[in-house]
């Protein structure tokens, strides 16, 4: 296991809480995470191990930079490749292009870690790793060796190009075609929303060959610098905002039909394969943030002083960071219950990632990091307070990696399904 020997070289890391330097940026003083909340209960002691060094990574390399990066709108590539050279590249690509060959579990343990530093940030490092393990998985050995290993060192960083303008959620209806001549495919059409477009290398992108539906789909990858490949303008966006997003436009852009993965018609369910991760790693950022507001929340109420007393001494207030608790834990769980389902490649793996995402997302959003919000008054209102932050760059979760609606579609169609 690649990450495992990168860790044994690492000094021992004592526990990310207590240290000089604060994981949050509103100056409150830290203490312990109490036991009932603890992320690395039920690990084993190696994922405990990585997962110490992603809350270091995220503590000192990612927090202090975390609102700078959002209110500059910076995508931090440096601090991006310091998190590959641990091994954040390209976790659960395999080892022989220089992936770190972890579980889904690690992975989704790491993200949650890597979030409590900045959310958008990990956000994208995990639709780069979405991308590096599709060509991994499905590329063949030519694909695999040319493209996984910089992707793995992000010496080359790479975006997910499904969502055309005119078909979001039904994705099955995409309109870029891609047009058979010669040893070449000719693209044209546009994809819409991509993190990263324009500031990344590698377009894993998903267009027609063939007929209408899910069956005429293949998948591309397009390289920067190729003719005919362009960019919209730089998105203003509410959270996101360490990385760039861009429409990806294709006119007559010539790609070598050595650059399909797998078969042609086979690009849906590619697609759906790697959103299947996707959505396990978008509800492990949406955890990350909301395991660090109910720190931040029960910090404010400890130190908060309302009608002569404490904001702690107050019974409403202690039932809802009661709440807020038992709601992230909950979350955890089923998140942490599906990443080994589709590891696995159970039957109920589809399913169980579209609950966990629904849940999970919604949960960490409106009962935890908003209520946490709630919970700092007036303040919380402030970009000075990281807790805005984590509420803003959370709420895109309910709707990228399929909304939150078409998860309940996915769920009820399992049930319903004999």
Same mark, same amino acid.
């Given at each position: 296991?690649?990450?495992?020997?990168?860790?044994?070289?690492?000094?021992?890391?004592?526990?990310?809480?207590?240290?000089?330097?604060?994981?949050?940026?509103?100056?409150?003083?830290?203490?312990?995470?109490?036991?009932?909340?603890?992320?690395?209960?039920?690990?084993?002691?190696?994922?405990?191990?990585?997962?110490?060094?992603?809350?270091?990574?995220?503590?000192?390399?990612?927090?202090?930079?975390?609102?700078?990066?959002?209110?500059?709108?910076?995508?931090?590539?440096?601090?991006? &490749?310091?998190?590959?050279?641990?091994?954040? +590249?390209?976790?659960?690509?395999?080892?022989?292009? !220089?992936?770190? $060959? %972890? *579980?889904?579990?690690?992975?989704?343990?790491?993200?949650?870690?890597?979030?409590?530093?900045?959310?958008?940030?990990?956000?994208?490092?995990?639709?780069?790793?979405?991308?590096?393990?599709?060509?991994?998985?499905?590329?063949?050995?030519?694909?695999?060796?040319?493209?996984?290993?910089?992707?793995?060192?992000?010496?080359?960083?790479?975006?997910?190009?499904?969502?055309?303008?005119?078909?979001?959620?039904?994705?099955?209806?995409?309109?870029?075609?891609?047009?058979?001549?010669?040893?070449?495919?000719?693209?044209?059409?546009?994809?819409?929303?991509?993190?990263?477009?324009?500031?990344?290398?590698?377009?894993?992108?998903?267009? &027609?060959?063939?007929?209408?539906?899910?069956? +005429?789909?293949?998948?591309?990858?397009?390289?920067? !610098?190729?003719? $005919? %490949? *362009?960019?919209?303008?730089?998105?203003?966006?509410?959270?996101?905002?360490?990385?760039?997003?861009?429409?990806?436009?294709?006119?007559?852009?010539?790609?070598?039909?050595?650059?399909?993965?797998?078969?042609?018609?086979?690009?849906?369910?590619?697609?759906?394969?790697?959103?299947?991760?996707?959505?396990?790693?978008?509800?492990?950022?949406?955890?990350?943030?909301?395991?660090?507001?109910?720190?931040?929340?029960?910090?404010?109420?400890?130190?908060?002083?309302?009608?002569?007393?404490?904001?702690?001494?107050?019974?409403?207030?202690?039932?809802?960071?009661?709440?807020?608790?038992?709601?992230?834990?909950?979350?955890?769980?089923?998140?942490?219950?599906?990443?080994?389902?589709?590891?696995?490649?159970?039957?109920?793996?589809?399913?169980?990632?579209?609950?966990?995402?629904?849940?999970?997302?919604?949960?960490?959003?409106?009962?935890?990091?908003?209520?946490?919000?709630?919970?700092?008054?007036?303040?919380?209102?402030?970009?000075?307070?990281?807790?805005?932050?984590?509420?803003?760059?959370?709420?895109?979760?309910?709707?990228?990696?399929?909304?939150?609606?078409?998860?309940?579609?996915?769920?009820?169609?399992?049930?319903?399904?004999?």
């Amino acid at each position: 296991m690649a990450l495992a020997g990168k860790l044994s070289q690492l000094p021992r890391l004592g526990s990310y809480i207590g240290r000089s330097r604060s994981l949050i940026f509103n100056r409150i003083q830290r203490r312990g995470i109490a036991s009932c909340i603890d992320p690395s209960t039920g690990l084993t002691d190696e994922q405990k191990e990585f997962q110490k060094v992603a809350f270091d990574f995220a503590a000192n390399e990612m927090a202090p930079h975390m609102a700078e990066w959002d209110q500059k709108e910076i995508f931090p590539v440096e601090t991006m &490749r310091k998190a590959a050279a641990l091994g954040f +590249g390209g976790i659960y690509v395999q080892p022989d292009v !220089g992936g770190s $060959g %972890l *579980s889904r579990l690690d992975t989704s343990v790491i993200f949650e870690a890597l979030s409590t530093g900045c959310v958008s940030t990990t956000a994208y490092i995990s639709i780069h790793n979405m991308c590096a393990w599709m060509i991994d998985t499905f590329g063949n050995p030519e694909q695999r060796e040319k493209y996984c290993p910089d992707l793995c060192t992000m010496e080359r960083f790479a975006s997910y190009c499904l969502t055309n303008l005119g078909s979001g959620s039904d994705a099955a209806s995409l309109l870029t075609s891609a047009q058979l001549k010669g040893d070449h495919y000719v693209l044209n059409g546009s994809k819409a929303f991509i993190s990263g477009g324009g500031d990344t290398d590698v377009y894993v992108v998903m267009c &027609r060959t063939g007929g209408k539906g899910a069956k +005429g789909i293949s998948c591309l990858v397009v390289e920067k !610098g190729t003719p $005919g %490949l *362009s960019f919209g303008k730089k998105e203003k966006k509410v959270g996101w905002n360490s990385q760039p997003t861009r429409a990806v436009i294709f006119e007559d852009c010539a790609v070598p039909v050595a650059n399909r993965l797998g078969q042609e018609g086979q690009g849906f369910n590619i697609a759906m394969k790697g959103l299947n991760g996707g959505r396990i790693n978008i509800a492990s950022c949406s955890l990350g943030a909301a395991h660090a507001c109910v720190q931040l929340a029960r910090d404010h109420l400890t130190v908060r002083k309302q009608f002569g007393e404490a904001l702690s001494n107050n019974q409403f207030l202690q039932f809802k960071l009661a709440e807020m608790a038992t709601r992230l834990v909950a979350s955890r769980l089923m998140v942490r219950e599906a990443a080994v389902a589709l590891q696995e490649n159970r039957p109920d793996a589809v399913a169980l990632c579209s609950m966990a995402k629904l849940f999970a997302t919604d949960e960490c959003f409106q009962q935890i990091c908003n209520q946490a919000l709630q919970m700092h008054g007036g303040y919380g209102y402030l970009k000075d307070y990281a807790v805005q932050q984590f509420v803003r760059d959370i709420r895109v979760h309910q709707i990228l990696e399929g909304t939150n609606e078409v998860m309940r579609m996915i769920i009820a169609r399992n049930l319903l399904t004999d």
